[in-house]
């Protein structure tokens, strides 16, 4: 198993790839569907205006799309780091 | 076949199933009893949790709330799904890797202190009882409307139910029930909300209709009409918000960050195997909820649309059917100020002759749209699915709050393991009398004291939870100062505001127009701020937190000889 340095830098890349997936949520959530929902809704989709889209539809894939892409990268986070637990009951 | 007898065959078909599943799955140790032994695929595990986060409230309130309150309503479906990205990237997985059962679990073992664990406990508490209320009326509601018994009995016949799934099989029993009514309840969600979508636009999925052409040849959007005809009603058009941004970003990010500090959500992940499983379970558990919750708004614009439509400038005498069935239970009523026999429902409350309970739009939605009578039928047992769940997984914190965290923990730590199953299952059953009793006699104040539910969630849970696996710095006294500071902020504006002078309540008199309903953002940030202030005066933890810590950070059992670093490891 990993030493101190592996794990230390097992545990930053987790920080960083937190950092990005968060923004990404941040941005969609209260970006596109609170703080600039009215510039937004000015850009018509179908019958959609797209800040409304956000606020009510665009935000929910976009968090169940966050989630996969994190499952993808930690696996092969772990796996890179040979702290999976695959081999464990 | 009648709606009631539809009702009746639906709503008997699956309380069988229930019972039958509750049968087969009983729990033998305090483990299945509180994680169902640890072993549940993460994909059941996703529906389950799904199931047990979607209530009442969301099944049968939600879209009615949003039909009137357009925009703003949007708070409620990122607020309820957004926390779920908080929890699978911030929580699960270390809760997980940590093991044990509760979250007072954790809280008490990270920041070795009674009474950071006790504190946790009476919140956990109070949350539950909360929110278990609620569910219990829930029941009651469709019972009365649909079966025709009075709710009283509706809500004994509920908690029967639920006793005996929760009673005898614990978490393992609930699990599988949860699974069974995940299922009928997104069936009963999207059979009606398919119809509708066909019916107004001609397209088949909700998610699309909502943007598209309407049916009738006239060759406009759906939402142009629905803002059409609000605004010729004197309503505010329907997709421009009127609450202020900075108070929708409150209440969203309050809602987020409690959903993600529920404790009987965030028990759910510690019934998966692996590390892994918590992950991919919390990914699952938000496409199972998201399904409902992108419908939702789309059900909620044709409900509003129908409404306008059918109701307005319409001769009382006139009025379809469904309109005196619910005029009956007191949840539309009609005042016809001006004398002439027609209905003016209008924004201008003065001149407005139509009250419309927001509850009621799901539940009539079929009925408005002239939908087949096993449809109807399908809605009620798919808000009782809804009700049900829930509340059996807060039956099931409340039970192992009192048996372990309470009495296991703190007054009785060497009781057998036969013993404190005894515990579990009386205190479960004491707690389902103590919800009907609120189902039966509900205190004036459920919806208000929902607000409280995800913001004490917020303002305690949250910030100690995360700190607690992001900071190997944070110590007890940081770690119970901010939650006593998040908890005394959020509880006393709560209680000012919608208790002590609710004729004040509103965006002049609030603090920088944050809403009770939001201000658990702010109880979050003073705790988080506390806590560090605080940690960085006192001693820092000891080194066998701090192992601790660092042993949860990665999913493998490396320190698998350590008890503290990895106690789960050496329960099994």
Request: aromatic share 14%; with cysteine; glycine share 10%.
């Amino acid at each position: 198993m990993g030493n101190k340095t592996n794990l230390a830098a097992y545990w930053r890349t987790n920080l960083r790839y937190l950092g990005i997936l968060l923004s990404i949520w941040f941005l969609a959530s209260y970006g596109c569907g609170i703080v600039f929902v009215d510039e937004l809704d000015t850009i018509r989709i179908g019958g959609f205006h797209l800040g409304f889209w956000f606020a009510q539809q665009g935000s929910i894939y976009i968090f169940v799309a966050l989630i996969v892409v994190y499952v993808q990268l930690m696996n092969r986070l772990d796996r890179a780091y040979g702290v999976d637990e695959r081999d464990e009951s | 076949m009648s709606v009631q007898n539809w009702t009746l065959c639906l709503v008997g078909l699956s309380f069988a199933l229930y019972i039958g599943i509750a049968i087969r799955s009983r729990a033998g140790s305090t483990e299945e009893f509180y994680v169902a032994g640890g072993n549940v695929h993460p994909l059941l595990n996703g529906m389950a949790t799904a199931a047990d986060w979607m209530s009442a409230a969301s099944f049968i309130s939600m879209a009615g709330l949003i039909s009137f309150m357009g925009r703003d309503g949007s708070v409620y479906l990122m607020g309820w799904t957004g926390g779920y990205v908080l929890l699978a990237l911030l929580l699960a997985p270390y809760l997980r890797k940590f093991g044990k059962f509760t979250v007072p679990d954790f809280v008490g073992d990270r920041y070795y202190s009674r009474t950071a664990r006790l504190v946790a406990v009476m919140c956990a508490l109070f949350v539950s009882f909360t929110y278990v209320a609620g569910q219990m009326r829930g029941v009651g509601i469709v019972f009365s409307r649909f079966l025709n018994v009075g709710i009283n009995s509706g809500v004994m016949i509920g908690m029967g139910i639920v006793f005996f799934y929760a009673v005898l099989g614990g978490m393992k029993g609930i699990t599988y029930t949860q699974v069974a009514q995940y299922c009928v309840l997104i069936f009963a969600y999207l059979v009606p909300a398919i119809f509708i979508s066909i019916m107004v636009t001609g397209n088949p999925i909700p998610q699309l209709g909502f943007g598209s052409i309407l049916a009738d040849g006239s060759g406009t959007f759906v939402l142009d009409r629905l803002d059409g005809l609000s605004e010729q009603l004197g309503f505010a058009a329907y997709t421009s918000g009127s609450k202020s941004t900075l108070d929708v970003f409150f209440i969203t990010a309050a809602l987020m960050v409690g959903t993600a500090g529920l404790p009987h959500v965030i028990v759910r992940f510690y019934t998966v195997p692996k590390v892994s499983a918590a992950r991919s379970s919390a990914g699952w558990a938000l496409f199972f909820i998201a399904l409902l919750y992108t419908s939702a708004p789309a059900v909620a614009a044709f409900a509003r649309t129908n409404l306008l439509t059918t109701v307005s400038n319409r001769s009382y005498a006139s009025v379809p059917e469904w309109f005196k069935t619910w005029e009956a239970t007191g949840l539309i009523k009609f005042n016809d100020k001006n004398g002439d026999g027609i209905i003016q429902y209008v924004g201008d409350a003065r001149l407005n002759e139509l009250f419309i309970d927001r509850d009621i739009m799901v539940l009539a939605n079929p009925e408005i749209a002239n939908l087949p009578n096993w449809v109807i039928g399908l809605v009620a047992a798919g808000g009782l699915a809804a009700a049900l769940s829930t509340a059996a997984g807060l039956l099931l914190v409340i039970s192992t709050s009192v048996a372990h965290d309470l009495l296991k923990k703190e007054f009785r730590p060497n009781i057998s393991e036969k013993n404190e199953l005894i515990a579990a299952r009386i205190a479960a059953g004491v707690a389902v009398c103590i919800a009907g009793y609120f189902g039966i006699n509900p205190p004036g104040f459920v919806a208000e004291v929902v607000a409280f539910a995800f913001g004490l969630a917020a303002a305690s849970f949250f910030p100690a939870i995360v700190m607690g696996i992001f900071s190997t710095r944070m110590n007890r006294e940081g770690a119970v100062s901010g939650m006593l500071a998040g908890l005394v902020f959020t509880a006393s504006y709560i209680v000012y505001f919608k208790f002590i002078k609710p004729d004040l309540s509103d965006a002049e008199h609030w603090l920088w127009g944050i809403s009770p309903e939001g201000i658990g953002t702010l109880g979050m940030l003073l705790n988080f701020f506390v806590a560090a202030s605080v940690s960085r005066f006192t001693a820092p933890p000891p080194d066998e937190i701090r192992r601790m810590v660092e042993s949860i950070r990665v999913p493998s059992g490396s320190g698998r000889e350590d008890s503290v670093a990895s106690p789960y490891s050496v329960s099994r």
